[in-house]
Structures are given as structure tokens and as C-alpha cells.
């Protein structure tokens, strides 16, 4: 369910994504459309301007010198569209008494222009003004650069401040399109800043992107921590099952002795009290350290755990847990080889834990043999600058690679197939990382399924 929950969210994250970014898309074209349909109707609005202007020019030009035959004033107004505007209106009045004076006058006109070449038509001065009000009159207001060229391609003119920043994407518009092609000549326009202009239409729509990629990465953190919780609960479910089959075995073993010792219809010898009290001593003992062990874990997680530090032989230390754990390995068929070639195995450890690292590992060895195999345990010791170096193999089941990376977490216990009779807490290999790091050295394991398992414990010489 966790997992069909995850992949249902996990492709809606996706889609939502991709339909934001489609419509981010599909507004960032559309206003460009718009735009691209803005500057058109600016350029020609402006380039008509260009030739109204300049024909109204000439025309004033000609009603000044023809006023007194047309019988009209010169144009006396500022703007020049009121001129072409009065104009027309002086010309319609001037048809109706002299058709020729127009005729010449408009063929003055044409003559005038075509006689100038196209430099001179440009006034850069009122091109800009001209270019300034299109584009303003069309909801543009962004700074823009141009260039003219003649109908040759040869650029006569370009705005003060030009910079060619953005001119990838250009508009050009043909300027007096009504002459001849030898007279025309081309504008060419660009805005710096209409990508960022572009762009700016979609600010909502980046805010969205954003907060749904947030979304999506803590959605991605909560499956996350609800995978890693589901594994936390199981293994310490497991850890609950296998505590409770540790600690049933020896209280069980105490509560039979202790019947045997109550019923008084059982006939007991001296050597039966003895074995029972050695039964009890012996389990009780078992008790007591399976209840330490979690205790030591907890004091050392909360950080009240207190070590007695002393300058030791390491060496020594080795070989009484050897003596004392060779009898267990002889009563499960194997045995053991010692190495302790260190020259110097002064360190500065707490006893009792220390020999506790060292059991465990020989312990886990016990637990993890093969069984088509004899079991072969082999530990020894050597210098490696200031650090001595404890090995502790055997040729057990090994464990795989992808369980390697996880054997020194809490509660975490390896597969064993079908082997079900390894029972612990899957406290020991925490408990023995965490005391090597508490002492200031490493511990470091390599494997190889069905061939054993090596750990290596590198901790720092004494230096007193």
C-alpha cells in the first residue's frame, strides 16, 4: 500500500510539473506573439509617419513658393500632421480653380524626393522621436537599438547608444517602400531586455514550479522516513523477539532448578545441589550480561557511559579471552590460531570493554560457521606506526555486500537463510563499533559470502 501510495503521488508530482511548465510554455509564446505584433504596427506606423512627414515637407515647401498663385496661406502649424491635415483640405480647395498648378505641384514633389539620396531623407532626431511614440502608442516601452541600411545593405546610421546585446532577435521594416527599390532602405530594431521581458509574464508560474518541486522533495524525504521507520519497527520487532528468547531460555533454566531444589520428594545429593547451584550461577550470569549489553548501549546513546582507562598489554588482554573462549570453539569443531606479533601492544582501554570486543567478534564468528565446514578462527595482532592493528577471521557463511554496509548499525541483524538458530539483540557488532570509536580507533570489515568474514581494529598506542 505504502508503495502503490508512492508511485499514484509520485507520477501526479510529475504531471503537475509538466502541465506547469507546459503552460509556463505556452504563456511565455503567446506574449512573444503579441509583442512580435506590437513592434510590426509600430514599425509601420512609424515608418508611414517618416513618409508623411517628408511629403508634407516638400508640400509645404511648394505652397510656400505657389501661395500667391493657389491664393493660400503657408502652413504656420507646429505638428506636422496638422499641416498635411490643412493642407489636404488647401489642395481640394486649390483643384477647384487651377488642376494644373496641383499636377505641377505634385510632380515637384516626386521629383524633389527622388533627387535626394537616402541619407539625406534620414533625420536621425525624428526617426528616434518617430520610433519613441510608435512603440509607446503600441503598450511598448522597453529600450530598444536600430540601425539603417540602404536597399544595398550598407548601414548609414545607427542610435548613439547602440549595443549589440540581443540583436540575435531582430525587427526590420522597410523605410519609403513607395519609391523606387534604389530608394528604399531598411530599419533594423532590437531590445535588450526582451528575453528577461518575456520571461517576466511567468513570475506566478515560476513560483508555482517552485513550491511544487518543494512539495515533491518533501514528499520524497517522507517516503523516505516512512521506509526507513517501517525498518526501524521491524527490527525492533525482531529485537523484542529475540530479547524475549534470550532472556526466556536462562529464566526458564533458573526456574526449573529452582523447582528441583524446592520439591522435596526429589532425594539430593551434594553434587545436586552443587550442579543446580551451578546452573543457576552459570544462567544468571547469562542473564546478567544479556541485560548489560542493552544497558551499556543505552548509557553510551544518552552519553553517561563512564570508562575506567588504564595502560594495558593488548596482547595480554587477547589471550585470555582465546584461553577463555577456546573451550566454546572446541565444542563446536573448530579451533583456533594465534598471531600476536605486535612488539608493542600498550594501550589505553577500559578492560572490561575491551575484552568484551574481542569476545564478541570471536562470538559472532561461533554463531556465523559454516555447517559443512569446520570452523577456523584465526586473530592476530601487529604495529603500524603509532596504532596496533587487531585481526580477527574465520571462514564462516561471510556476508553479503549489501548487508556489509549496515552491520555496525543498532538492532540490525544479517539474513542467515536457513540457518534459525543464531539468536541475538543485534546489539553486538553496534556495541563493539561504538567502544572501538569510544577508544579512539577503527574497526573496519571485509567479506566474501561463503568464505568468511575479516575484521580489522586499528586503535592508537599508549603513549605513557
Not at 167 to 173: G, K, R, V
Amino acid at each position: 500500500m505504502i508503495w502503490a501510495i508512492c508511485l499514484v503521488m509520485g507520477i501526479s508530482f510529475v504531471v503537475l510539473l509538466y502541465l506547469q511548465m507546459q503552460y509556463a510554455r505556452s504563456i511565455e509564446d503567446m506574449r512573444r506573439r503579441q509583442f512580435d505584433v506590437s513592434v510590426f504596427r509600430s514599425l509601420d506606423q512609424a515608418s508611414r509617419d517618416m513618409e508623411r512627414m517628408e511629403t508634407a515637407h516638400y508640400l509645404q515647401e511648394i505652397v510656400s513658393m505657389h501661395h500667391d498663385s493657389l491664393g493660400v496661406r503657408p502652413f504656420l502649424d507646429n505638428t506636422m500632421r496638422s499641416r498635411v491635415l490643412k493642407f489636404q483640405q488647401q489642395v481640394a480647395n486649390a483643384y477647384l480653380y487651377e488642376q494644373s498648378v496641383l499636377d505641377e505641384v505634385i510632380m515637384t514633389v516626386l521629383y524633389a524626393a527622388s533627387n535626394k539620396s537616402f541619407e539625406q531623407r534620414i533625420d536621425p532626431m525624428v526617426l528616434e522621436e518617430t520610433l519613441t511614440m510608435s512603440l509607446r502608442s503600441n503598450g511598448i516601452d522597453l529600450p530598444f537599438h536600430y540601425r539603417v541600411f540602404t536597399s544595398g545593405g550598407e548601414e548609414v546610421y545607427r542610435c548613439p547608444d547602440y549595443d549589440a546585446t540581443g540583436n540575435d532577435f531582430s525587427y526590420t521594416q522597410t523605410l519609403f517602400r513607395n519609391d523606387p527599390s534604389g530608394k528604399m532602405g531598411t530599419m533594423s530594431i532590437h531590445f535588450p531586455t526582451l528575453d528577461s521581458y518575456i520571461r517576466s509574464a511567468n513570475k506566478t508560474i515560476i513560483l508555482a514550479l517552485i513550491f511544487t518541486v518543494v512539495l515533491f522533495v518533501t514528499f520524497l524525504f517522507t517516503v523516505y522516513l516512512v521506509v526507513r521507520q517501517k525498518k526501524i519497527t521491524e527490527m525492533k520487532n525482531d529485537f523484542i523477539h529475540n530479547m524475549t528468547h534470550e532472556f526466556k531460555t536462562p529464566i526458564s533454566t533458573i526456574s526449573i532448578a529452582a523447582q528441583m531444589l524446592a520439591d522435596r520428594t526429589i532425594q539430593k545429593s551434594q553434587d545436586m545441589y552443587a550442579r543446580l547451584g551451578d546452573v543457576i550461577f552459570s544462567e544468571t550470569k547469562r542473564l546478567r550480561f544479556q541485560v548489560e549489553k542493552v544497558l551499556q548501549m543505552s548509557l553510551y546513546d544518552g552519553g553517561n557511559i563512564a570508562l575506567k582507562l588504564q595502560t594495558l598489554d593488548a596482547n595480554s588482554l587477547i589471550d585470555a579471552v582465546v584461553q577463555t573462549f577456546s573451550l566454546k570453539v572446541t565444542q563446536n569443531g573448530g579451533t583456533v590460531d594465534v598471531h600476536l606479533d605486535a612488539l608493542d601492544a600498550d594501550v589505553y582501554v577500559d578492560e572490561m570493554h575491551f575484552t568484551n570486543i574481542i569476545f564478541n567478534l570471536m562470538d559472532n564468528a561461533v554463531k556465523y560457521k559454516r555447517e559443512d565446514e569446520e570452523l577456523h578462527l584465526e586473530i592476530s595482532t601487529w604495529n603500524q606506526g603509532s596504532n596496533i592493528c587487531i585481526q580477527i577471521s574465520d571462514n564462516g557463511i561471510g556476508i553479503r555486500r549489501e548487508d556489509l554496509k549496515r552491520i555496525f548499525e543498532k538492532f540490525y541483524r544479517v539474513h542467515t537463510g536457513n540457518k534459525h538458530n543464531v539468536k541475538g539483540f543485534g546489539l553486538g557488532l553496534a556495541y563493539v563499533y561504538k567502544m572501538v570509536t569510544l577508544h579512539h580507533g577503527t574497526i573496519k570489515a571485509t567479506s566474501e559470502l561463503n568464505k568468511g568474514t575479516k575484521f580489522l581494529i586499528t586503535m592508537p598506542l599508549s603513549k605513557s
